[in-house]
Each structure stands twice: as C-alpha cells, then as structure tokens.
C-alpha cells in the first residue's frame, strides 16, 4: 500500500484539538500534534511568518537553518518518519503552514490537507475566553507581521487592510490576522489535495462529518472512533485546550458573548476582505 | 552526595516484584491488541510509581545535559511552557508544586538515558502489560471490567493536569496510576502485528521501527486509554505532556 500523509490545518482556536483527537483514536492512524510549534526553536521564531517557495532550500530545508544543524536533522527525521510505517495512515496536526503553504509544497510534495475553518466569530470569542491573545502576544505579532508586509513581496496585497487595523483594538487585531492567515491557506491549498471541513458541521453532525474525514484518509469509521466521539461530545469539561465539549452547546456560543459592536466589526472587515 | 545513589535507592525501595511465569497477553478489542496469547516473563521489578520531575530534575542536573541546542531539544521539551522542568541557565528547576508530579514531556531517549543512569531500563511492552494486569487476566481495566468512574483515576480532562504520583488506588501489584495520570514509554519498537509473530518466551518487540510503544491512561485521554492491553505508538524524537515513564530493575 502506498504510504500517504496527512496534516490536519487550522487557524488557533478553529477545532483543530478537537478534529486531531478523534483522528487519533482511530488503529490505524498515527498522529503527531504540532511536531514543529510545539518542539521546535526555529519555527517557534517563525510561527506567523509568510514563507514563499523561495524560502525552500534542499538539504537545509529552509534558507535560514544554515547554522542549525540541530533543526535541519530534525526536519528531515520528521520527513522520514512521515513517510514510514506499514499500512496505517500519518498524520499531524499544525496552525504554523497557515502562511507557508509554498514553501510547504517544496519541503512535502505529496502531503496531503485537511483544513478546518471556524466562523471568525467562534475563533474571536475563543480567544477572548481563553485569554490567548495577551498569552500569545498577538499585539506584537501584528506588529511583526506589518513591518513583514512592507518588504516581503507575498505580503504586499495586505498592506491596505493592515493600515487600516487599529492596533489598540484586540479584535480588530486579530481578526485581520485570521483574515491574511486564512486567505494565504484558501489561496494555496490548491496546491495539495485537500478536503475541507467547517467546524460548525463537525459539531453538529459530528459522525456523519468524520465519516467523510476518514474517507478522504481512505479508511472508515471504527468501533474505537465512535467510542471516542460519544465519550468527547457528552460533557464539556477541561481547560481551555480540552477537547471534550459538548459542541453543539459551545460551538455558537459567540452570538450571546459578542457585543453587538464587536459583532459588526468581525463581519464588515470580513465580508469587505473576502 | 550521591544523587545518582540516593535517587537509585529512593526508587529501588518503591518497587513491585512481578513474579516469573505466563499471563494472558491482548484483547479481542483492537486489531493490534489480537490474537490474545500467553506469554512468559522472567522475574522483574518494576517502580510502584512514575518517575517524578524532582528526580529527573536531578538526573539533568548531575550529568550536565545540555539540553538545549540549534532550536532543538536533547531529552525534555523546551519549548512547552507545561513541561514543569526549567533551565534557569546553570540549573535545572522543577516548577513550584511539581516536584512529586511525574515527569513529562520527555522524549524517548531521554527516558532511557535516565534508566541508564541508574542501571536499570523501560519495561517491554509485555512487562508493562502483565505489571498493570496486576495478576488479572481477560480483563479491560487493572480492576475489573467496569470503565473507570469519574476521580477514580486521573484521566479524561476531569482534573486537566498532572496529579502527584500515587493519589489513587494501587492495582494488586501496587502499581500507582496505571489508568491516567501520565502514559509510559516502554522499550519496544511498535508493530501493529507483533502480537501474530510475537517469540512467547520474554518478547521484546521487532528489531527496527519508526515509533516507540507506549502504554497506560493519562490526564487528558479517554478512558478507552485506560484499558491494560490498549497498545499506542509515538514518534521516539518527541515528548509529549501526556506522556512519562517508570523505570524496571532485572534484580
């Protein structure tokens, strides 16, 4: 059987935990969450940066790990153990490729993509909940990434709408941010095979949805995976990264905890953008 | 003093003898959990308890682990800001309160460098598997067949972090949290049909693989986790915060 890999895709905050775990319980799945954000230093520096195809480098992987020897060996034994094993299917789970797809393509050419994408509202209020945007420092981040825009060519096309960002706004922030790393994903994933998925329909149709998940993995739904859907969508509990939540609850919880304000700020910026 | 000496007997007085002889090996629950068949073991001692941040503190510390290097890691996580050890430059600390937590986030090699140090090595899939049946065979949980009760264990985001080692019930061979808590990695390279060319005298995994098997409930999974024949499989060049170890002595 051919090896075939997989990378599960999401804005922060978009169901991307959630989608990993049930991917997870399934035997013939491996999965690894965030092998690059979570245990790496390189991409850690990098995790909101637009990486063009130009930015690939063979055998260093990445123009800029010339002198990290250390990062380079561990690119390419994440690549061989991607592209190991028997039968069963690889996955991983990562929000850093959002801006990087090109160079993604380079690095693995024969990945292949499940992106999730969240109402903006949902990922906003998630953020506003779990108190991530001052954790994360996304105020810094947006500031790194305006200063990119002015020189990185793939950036250009979103110099309109970072100037007309209030920086002093944590929602105008990040929903310009969620805007260009969306936008960057939809432009490129054309170059993977890819399915998509709304998290919305995950919840509320959670089997029928991962039937067609498991399906693009080119397996089918086991007795396990059922298992751990029934068990992860009975009760919300946990702390802000759990994924046991009873998601028809919480996933349209934003249109009781948005002020009307904040409500209409999301939707004209995005409905002016896309 | 005598770290090494001093962390090596704390643990050799906190160990479970698990007698030789055969046990019931699997489940007819998962495909790698099949066909159930007896296996033989030798006589081993295992740890009652994980190994704790405190001690694997000590183990970093009194061999000078460079842990950090090139935007890589050595044995220990880094770059998660839960893994509850730190380096503050010349030490390595164990956050306030997690010393008797065990550890996490350690990668594979780490945990068999730190059974090195100490003379000892992880339990093979099968060591695990007959240590956590504590003596009961064709059963799903160490306990019986009931699924684990909310607070019995700590699994399942009911409590959403590490607990200290040891604050639930032993199985019958005094084992502390089998069920969750942490997963623990054991020796064996994973092979999802071992169990159909397994030798029944002492397995000890194939030769080669691509990933590490490890074993047990944790703080964050289900409870089908928490199952004693639920086999799982990792990428041995990472930790996990979900994931630690216990070490295992031949005498």
């Known amino acids: ?274 | 003093m005598d770290i090494r000496g001093h962390i090596r007997n704390e643990i050799k007085s906190n160990l479970s003898k698990i007698p030789a002889g055969c046990f019931m090996m699997g489940s007819e629950l998962s495909k790698d959990e099949m066909p159930i068949y007896e296996i033989y073991l030798d006589p081993f001692f295992i740890m009652r308890y994980l190994v704790t941040n405190r001690q694997y503190a000590a183990f970093l510390n009194e061999n000078n682990v460079v842990n950090n290097f090139e935007g890589s890691y050595k044995f220990i996580n880094a770059f998660n800001r839960h893994t509850r050890i730190k380096f503050n430059g010349s030490t390595y600390i164990v956050d306030s309160g997690y010393e008797n937590h065990p550890v996490i986030s350690v990668n594979w090699h780490g945990a068999d460098e730190f059974a090195k140090w100490l003379n000892c090595r992880l339990p093979t899939e099968a060591e695990w598997e007959k240590a956590a049946r504590g003596g009961i065979d064709e059963k799903l949980y160490w306990w019986g067949n009931t699924p684990p009760k909310p607070y019995s264990g700590n699994y399942g985001e009911i409590i959403g972090d590490t607990t200290p080692i040891g604050q639930f019930s032993a199985n019958n061979f005094g084992l502390y949290d089998i069920e969750g808590n942490v997963s623990e990695w054991c020796f064996d390279w994973y092979d999802k049909d071992y169990y159909k060319k397994s030798p029944m005298n002492n397995p000890k995994g194939p030769e080669a693989g691509s990933e590490k098997v490890f074993r047990g409930g944790n703080w964050s999974y289900s409870s089908n986790m928490a199952r004693v024949a639920k086999r799982n499989k990792f990428w041995f060049m990472i930790g996990k915060t979900k994931l630690g170890f216990r070490v295992v002595f031949d005498n």
């Open chain 1, 1 to 274: 059987m051919q090896k075939i890999s997989f990378m599960v895709l999401g804005h922060p905050r978009s169901g991307t935990n959630f989608l990993s775990a049930i991917l997870r319980s399934h035997p013939d799945v491996s999965f690894i969450t965030e092998p690059f954000s979570m245990h790496n230093g390189f991409i850690r520096l990098n995790f909101f940066k637009y990486w063009g195809e130009e930015s690939y480098i063979q055998d260093i992987f990445h123009k800029d790990m010339r002198d990290s020897q250390a990062s380079v060996r561990f690119f390419a034994e994440f690549k061989k153990w991607l592209m190991s094993g028997n039968e069963e299917v690889r996955v991983f789970k990562e929000t850093t490729f959002l801006m990087k797809l090109k160079w993604l393509k380079q690095y693995l050419p024969e990945l292949n993509i499940i992106y999730i994408q969240r109402d903006p509202k949902g990922v906003v209020i998630s953020f506003k909940k779990s108190g991530l945007f001052l954790r994360w420092n996304y105020q810094e981040i947006f500031y790194r990434l305006s200063e990119e825009s002015k020189i990185e060519h793939g950036l250009s096309q979103y110099a309109q709408i970072i100037e007309e960002t209030s920086l002093n706004n944590w929602i105008d922030v990040l929903t310009t941010l969620y805007y260009i790393a969306t936008n960057e994903a939809r432009n490129n994933l054309e170059l993977f095979r890819h399915t998509n998925v709304v998290y919305e329909h995950l919840a509320t149709n959670t089997l029928y949805a991962f039937a067609e998940i498991f399906n693009f993995l080119g397996l089918s739904i086991s007795a396990e995976v059922e298992k751990e859907i029934a068990e992860r969508c009975s009760e919300t509990k946990g702390g802000i990264f759990s994924t046991f939540r009873n998601s028809r609850e919480t996933c349209f919880r934003y249109k009781y905890l948005l002020t009307q304000e904040e409500n209409n700020l999301i939707e004209t910026k995005m409905k002016r953008w896309t």
